[in-house]
């Protein structure tokens, strides 16, 4: 992935004297009040208008005019703009709690589980004035599940779950996600989480959790066995089942068909791809690793052994091939749950 720069945080224009005197607005005056689709902040340094949405939010007790590390914001997304005035504007935030805010309401949310820049959505709302706000804010969604997810930066904040504040109630259920020692992936703390793409599993594992393999494997068999670890089905298929699982009409004829080994046929950077262990963590590619480009290199060779089909045209950019020979192979372990080699 390309790095974004991400640009520093801004600072007020400081005001000689603040226009807000009323103090924050009741619900009913919200209401009641003008309803905008942004609103601006001028930045000091830069002499430029900047408008925010969503936004990093000083804290409460933390002056503006200096620049302060990223984790050190609170981040609310804007729901809704509304003025009594053009000088006191306020906003409607819907806020992202940090992993220690939410042990402070459900103690039994275990914080070492998350890294520093995890935030946690709320549905817990309130009126912020315009004075508080300092610049973007970019937070990804991160679905550890999801074997598409897309990949950011590890200084990137990102969210796993919901809070629930009144519920007092973390969504989706913790366990879901977690390794099967009970224990959530921690993108600071944990060096490499080997994870399984069956749709049974899809879940992401310590090393020290797993057990290995019982049967010796050289090299090329065990890249294979990787391969064969199909993100589309639990059924353990060899690249031979899916090739003799086509109907006769689809059987490929002339040239190919007398071709021993059915992955010749492809590019030798698809393979290499698709053969890699599925990894993620702090010696591992990051916070995401490279789930979405082995498992789309797997996808693709499942889809055309299958079908008998060619490859796409754009197959290189649904694989995104950078790096593949640069990474450490890592110990081979066994999934606790289907048992394929991960």
Not at 10 to 35: L, N, Q, V, Y
Not at 167 to 190: E, Q, W
Not at 212 to 223: D, E, G
Request: glycine share 4%; hydrophobic share 35%; aromatic share 10%.
């Amino acid at each position: 992935m390309s790095r974004r720069k991400k640009k520093s945080l801004f600072t007020h224009k400081k005001a000689s004297k603040s226009k807000c005197t009323i103090g924050i607005p009741t619900d009913s005056e919200w209401k009641s009040m003008h309803e905008f689709a942004s609103f601006v902040v001028f930045d000091e340094t830069e002499g430029t208008p900047h408008t925010i949405f969503p936004a990093f939010i000083l804290p409460h007790g933390v002056l503006p005019g200096k620049l302060y590390e990223a984790t050190v914001y609170w981040i609310g997304k804007i729901k809704q703009i509304r003025a009594r005035n053009e000088e006191d504007v306020w906003a409607l935030v819907q806020w992202f709690w940090s992993p220690q805010e939410v042990n402070s309401v459900i103690k039994s949310f275990d914080v070492n589980g998350c890294g520093q820049y995890e935030r946690i959505k709320s549905d817990y709302y309130d009126y912020v004035s315009s004075e508080c706000f300092c610049d973007h804010a970019t937070v990804m969604r991160y679905d550890e599940r999801a074997i598409d997810q897309e990949e950011f930066d590890n200084d990137f904040f990102y969210c796993r779950f919901d809070l629930e504040y009144r519920a007092r109630k973390i969504l989706p259920n913790i366990t879901r996600s977690a390794c099967c020692c009970g224990v959530s992936y921690n993108p600071d703390r944990d060096p490499v989480m080997h994870f399984c793409p069956r749709p049974a599993c899809r879940a992401a594992y310590h090393q020290e959790c797993l057990q290995r393999p019982t049967k010796r494997l050289n090299a090329a068999a065990r890249a294979r066995k990787f391969l064969e670890s199909w993100p589309d089905t639990d059924e353990k298929l060899t690249i031979e089942d899916l090739v003799d699982s086509r109907p006769s009409r689809k059987r490929r004829k002339g040239p190919e068909s007398s071709i021993s080994d059915p992955l010749e046929q492809f590019p030798a950077e698809l393979i290499n791809m698709a053969q890699q262990q599925i990894v993620k963590g702090v010696q591992a590619g990051g916070v995401v690793g490279n789930v979405r480009a082995v498992v789309a290199a797997r996808q693709l060779i499942y889809c055309s052994l299958l079908d008998g089909s060619s490859l796409p045209t754009d197959w290189k950019n649904k694989i995104k091939v950078k790096g593949i020979s640069e990474r450490k192979s890592s110990p081979v372990f066994v999934c606790p749950q289907c048992q394929s080699l991960i």
